[in-house]
């Protein structure tokens, strides 16, 4: 079983990828395992814990540069175009391939330098997607104004630091066992053009990091007056801060991590809210269910005072045509009255209201008085519930004469 770390970083060694272990971020490294496996895709039982990755030299272009500001916010867009007038343009959708880093501050005067990562090939990438990633040039800081040599990949790469800051790294074409009169032009070279640069950078010491058991620096000593250290390459720190740097494979996988992390948290968001809903609506049924038995319960015990009611309800819509108001003669008398046309002479002789019919006999000077009547009488909303029978008036001597008659629906077999 292997044991669980809290950092893994994957660092380019002599002749291939090393894989070094801590616990923490503020912790010293150790060798976990030193490989000859150039293809980082390759590499295989990876320890646990969070994967960090520092880039070989040779897969970034190092541009230093002064600028005439100190304004932080400036500086990316200044040195976007200086690589573009060294004819440098990262591919915008190949993710964040370029970082700046400070190297010494001035007023109104910065020195930087710009790292340009080029975009990772087939194979160039771990199986398990990094957490973050730096360069390895600023993992081995140096006190001073210092240069450091070692091997990459089977080839000699050199780093240049001011005050312990990256000013510049590079790649060489040197792939010899010890450092030759080639190397040392190259990094003389690097030194001139930094120079015309207004970066003039002395090292007051070289560090060279080889595991040869008998090494040669006689080419490094006679091009510079600084002494040489010798000694194995130290154990990798991990950059304070950590770069920018996140190639669009990984960023890309990040994305579907967390899509599917947005997923399962819905997924299970959903899962909550559906036991919830079920959890409310079966205490909902079993307060219902119990409602019900209580009131089932009531009803069985009220039964005999139920059927008692029930009779006498019975008994007392018996009674409705003769203890409702809304049947009462005399009230039925005054709205049959109402409708009588005013001064229209119109006078009724008898009226015989009983629970089951109305009969209404009279007589008026003119037959208008009598349509009148019959036409107030079913309009008239309060005797709504009599269906009248109001026949042709007959003449006679003193006018017309006429019968009407009603009776009450309700009282209907």
Known sequence: MSKTTDNVLLVPGESGWEIWTGQTTDAAFTLHAATSIERAADLTDLPAGDLLLLFPVKSITAIPMRVSSDDDAL???????????????PDPMAGQLTDLFVIAREAENTALVSIHLRAPGEGEMPPRGPKGFDISARAY??????????????????????????????????TSTEPDEALAREIRLALIQLSMQGLEIEPARVALWTSSENPNAAALAAAFRAPVEISPRPAPALPVPLSKLLPADVRAARREAQRRQTIILAAAAVILIYLGIIGWFGFGLWKDSSEINNLLQQAAEAAPEGEAYAAHIAKW??????????????????????????SSGLRLKTADISATEIKLIGEAPQLQAVNTFSLNLGKNTDLANFKWQTPEPNQSTRGWEFVFSAEVPSAQP
């Open 317 to 342: 819509d018996e009674l409705a045509h003769v203890i409702d108001l809304a049947n009462s003669p005399v009230d039925i008398l005054s709205r049959i009255s109402a409708c009588i046309p005013p």
């Open 75 to 89: 500086f990316p867009d200044l040195a976007a175009l200086h690589a573009e007038r060294l004819g440098l343009r």
């Open 141 to 174: 800081p140096l006190a001073g104004d210092a240069l450091a040599v070692w091997k990459e990949f089977g080839r000699w790469v050199f780093a240049l630091l001011h005050q312990g800051n990256l000013v510049y790294c590079q790649a060489t074409s040197g």
